[in-house]
């Protein structure tokens, strides 16, 4: 039975030239798990936002949803919002109480249930996810993976019949995302509530989906179960979409002489299987870093730093010491909480560690040198719109070439602007770009004043694939032209292709600190997937599928 | 108990409603917000009993003279009054504070009041959400030069407003996903809102509340008549307590004393028990 139809929509934002949506069919069956993907700006938040009415965007809308055989507009208010439910993006935007309980039973309040009929179903939700823990905390005191769980319960309490979700795992690190998927597995495989998503991260997501759909400017290209559209890809040589699809299919196909569709392996263990059937390199020797930066100039370094944010809370970081050296991509990684940030945050001087010292320069920071020596660094924060004063990119860069007296300013502009491929948002307001191209804008402005060090935090958070293969090339091409890089992220596949030196922050200190591939060879879940694959295997371990490509080219040649 | 201080003024009987306060509020939560107001309480207070009798010159028992005009005991002691209430009034509050979480103060209100009540709340949530943009602002602006502690005071002041002026942009940006999230779980539909706490009252709730009741209507009778104040303006009247004066005082004693009462009922209940 189609619980979702939907046909010829298509669909134009006022003030805009382009469909947005520009005449999608698409039909999901009850009980089917579909996956949308494809770039920012495609259309596929709009049309999951068209399906759930009470927020469906203005604009001049032509064709029919139907749901359930009968069109949206002829459903009673009431019901659509109690059957069809929504998770966004953001997990802060969405809670709107101070209370868990309270924000958890909103929905219910708003629609009138009896007090008897709240408490058994809250009893019931509480239970079954077993969160009774959460239940009486503020909401501000969670963590993100928790806040996006109290989002998808609390539209579950209404008890849908259709979830759609919005990019629910992009604000997440990787473990919180594996678990908030895990969960609509299993609300999609034991209660039957047909789960719509639109997500960015698909390494994940291909082996539980029935139907993945791609899209590319308001059209649907690709449609039908994981395998098919991943060989449609493949056999078409859709270079846009390649960088969704898996890894380790990506290994299959590209390795395979004679691939078949129903083979196509999705997962670490299917694809051991699979990797048994390919031919082998044995002979090929050991891939390693060969890059080694012999710089040893420290240009950060900081000695036995103890932080705490309150008098008697918790220390976040104990005793850490490193240095970055000049011409380092330095990557920290570790958990959600781990103190990530607030090292960042203590190597720009914004925190003031209690006891320990920190050196930039070998000058030791102080209140006053982090506003004289600003232009030697540049800070790419979670939110980089918050960097804009100016109404549009370019008075913004203007603005900046003026305060730093910087010469020439116009041509700098100009190539840093191509550099970034976002010359054709020069008169755009910040806020109307993607979280991807205000990234870009953001570090083009700061690139202006030729800073000698970028700190990053989290880069890659909320960036589609292919947004992120670009940061990558240009992060590499940045560094490559001698700037130093400190990150801090839980994005394992980005820095084990970007960064030149690793390190894990737990428990308040670095814990371990090596290059990429003694770093992350042998680890267990916190390792990429092409890693976890070729670890004990006839392959070479390698960390990404360029490292296998190539030693695989190495070997043809051999 | 902020009517009963309005209506006596004796100071006996606002000491010890101060006092007893004092300890309720210490029963709640070992007097931690109470001493990060306690300086403020302090200065105000020293400052009303210095100050009143330089201000106010009435009363007939001249003190001495300060640049030739009075400064009488009765001012002096309508200070003291004044401090008292207003110290009673600020531990009230501080109480309220503790007790009354978001739940139960939009419980109370949003039977009269269902739209303010809820904006109220999301207010409520929004500060400290706005404190920590804010925050994530000035640390990003700092770092591209734009700083609040270097400059002459204009810079500083311009660099403040555009920090503002962020904060504006992103909050709006965001609050469209607010309301979005609002609408998607029904809220503004048809149909009247309900409320999944209740707080009932059963029968013991009943008859404390009328003893309350009855001990409140004593009081008011007894100030009414007189009793629990004292004369300031134009004599000082005397300190003396009559018998109804003492019926008066214990009913307001075992009113404000109430929460103790309860609290420390508990506490024994617990400690006997083990």
């Known amino acids: ?558 | 108990m902020l009517t009963l201080a309005m209506y006596f003024n004796h100071p006996i009987f606002l000491v010890t409603i101060l006092l007893l306060l004092i300890f309720v509020n210490i029963s709640h939560d070992r007097g931690k917000d109470l001493r990060k107001w306690l300086p403020t309480l302090s200065i105000m207070s020293t400052l009303i009993i210095l100050i009143n009798p330089f201000l106010v010159s009435r009363g007939t028992t001249i003190l001495f003279y300060f640049r030739g005009k009075q400064v009488t005991l009765e001012a002096f002691m309508y200070g003291i009054t004044m401090a008292l209430f207003i110290a009673i009034i600020l531990v009230v509050f501080i109480s309220f504070n503790l007790i009354l979480n978001g739940n139960r103060f939009l419980y109370i209100f949003s039977k009269i009041l269902p739209r303010i009540a809820l904006m109220i709340m999301m207010a409520i949530r929004f500060v400290p959400l706005m404190k920590r943009r804010l925050n994530e602002i000035g640390d990003v602006q700092r770092l591209r030069g734009m700083s609040m502690t270097v400059g002459d005071f204009k810079t500083r002041v311009r660099n403040g407003m555009l920090r503002v002026q962020i904060l504006l942009t992103w909050s709006l940006e965001e609050a469209i996903h607010v309301t979005n999230s609002m609408k998607a779980r029904g809220y503004g539909t048809e149909g009247k809102k309900s409320s999944y706490t209740l707080y009932f009252m059963d029968k013991r709730d009943w008859v404390w509340l009328f003893i309350l009741a009855g001990l409140m209507m004593l009081c008011f009778y007894g100030g009414r008549l007189g009793y629990g104040q004292m004369i300031i303006y134009p004599e000082l009247g005397p300190w003396q307590f009559f018998w109804i004066d003492w019926i008066v005082f214990c009913s307001m004693f075992i009113i404000t004393s109430f929460p103790l009462f309860i609290e420390g009922r508990e506490k024994i209940r617990w400690k006997l028990s083990i």
């Open chain 1, 1 to 558: 039975m189609e619980i979702i139809d939907i046909k010829a929509l298509s669909f134009q934002y006022p003030e805009s030239d382009n469909y947005a949506l520009d005449g999608v069919n698409f039909h999901v069956k009850q009980g089917e798990f579909v996956v949308i993907g494809g770039p920012s700006g495609c259309g596929k938040t709009t049309l999951l936002h068209l399906l759930k009415k009470e927020i469906s965007p203005h604009g001049l809308q032509s064709g029919d949803i139907s749901y359930i055989g009968k069109p949206l507009d002829e459903w009673d208010e009431r019901t659509l919002i109690e059957e069809i439910g929504l998770v966004f993006q953001d997990p802060e935007n969405q809670i709107i109480m101070d209370d868990v309980m309270q924000e958890l039973v909103f929905g219910m309040e708003n629609l009138g249930y009896s007090p008897i009929d709240m408490r058994l179903r809250l009893a019931e939700m509480v239970h079954t996810f077993s969160v009774e823990h959460l239940l009486h905390q503020k909401t501000t005191a969670l963590s993100g993976g928790q806040k996006q769980l109290l989002n998808l319960l609390s539209a579950l309490l209404l008890k849908p019949r259709v979830l759609l979700l919005d990019e629910p795992t992009s604000q997440l690190d990787p473990v919180a995302a594996k678990d908030l998927l895990m969960m609509l597995e299993r609300l999609n495989k034991e209660l039957g509530i047909t789960v719509i998503i639109v997500e960015h991260r698909l390494e994940n997501i291909f082996d539980k989906a029935d139907r993945v759909v791609f899209m590319n400017e308001g059209k649907i290209i690709h449609d039908g179960k994981s395998r098919e559209v991943i060989q449609q890809i493949y056999n078409r040589q859709d270079h846009r979409f390649f960088p969704y699809i898996p890894s380790i299919s990506q290994m299959y196909l590209e390795l395979h002489h004679a691939p078949t569709i129903d083979r196509i392996p999705l997962n670490v263990n299917e694809g051991r299987t699979e990797l048994a059937s390919l031919p082998s390199m044995n002979h090929v020797e050991k891939i390693e870093n060969k890059v080694m930066n012999t710089d040893t100039e420290p240009i950060i370094e900081a000695k036995d730093v103890y932080f705490q944010y309150e008098q008697g809370s918790s220390m976040v970081l104990r005793k850490l010491s490193f240095s970055l050296n000049r011409g380092d991509f330095y990557a920290v990684m570790g958990g959600n909480g781990s103190g990530k940030t607030t090292l960042l945050k203590t190597c720009l001087g914004l925190l003031k560690p209690q006891r320990g010292s920190v050196k930039r320069f070998g000058r030791k920071l102080t209140h006053k040198s982090i506003d004289s020596v600003h232009q030697n660094i540049a800070y790419l924060s979670q939110q980089p719109q918050t960097f804009f004063i100016q109404d549009t990119i370019e008075k913004e860069m203007q603005l900046i070439a003026e305060q730093h007296e910087i010469q020439d300013s116009e041509k700098r502009i100009k190539s840093l602007l191509n550099l970034f491929g976002i010359e054709h948002l020069r008169n755009r307001h910040p806020y109307d770009c993607s979280g991807g191209e205000v990234q870009k804008a953001a570090l083009a402005c700061m690139l202006l004043t030729k800073p000698s060090i970028l700190f990053m935090d989290e880069p890659t958070k909320g960036l589609d694939p292919v947004s992120k293969i670009h940061l990558q090339s240009i992060l590499r091409k940045l560094h490559s032209d001698g700037l130093t890089i400190l990150m801090v992220t839980h994005d394992i596949e980005f820095t084990a292709k970007t960064a030149t030196k690793c390190a894990m922050l737990f428990d308040g200190e670095i814990t371990a600190e090596a290059l990429p591939h003694a770093f992350f060879t042998g680890n267990y879940f916190y390792t990429t997937s092409i890693n976890r694959l070729t670890q004990n295997s006839q392959y070479p371990e390698a960390l990404t599928l360029e490292e296998v490509l190539h030693s695989w080219q190495e070997h043809e040649l051999a």
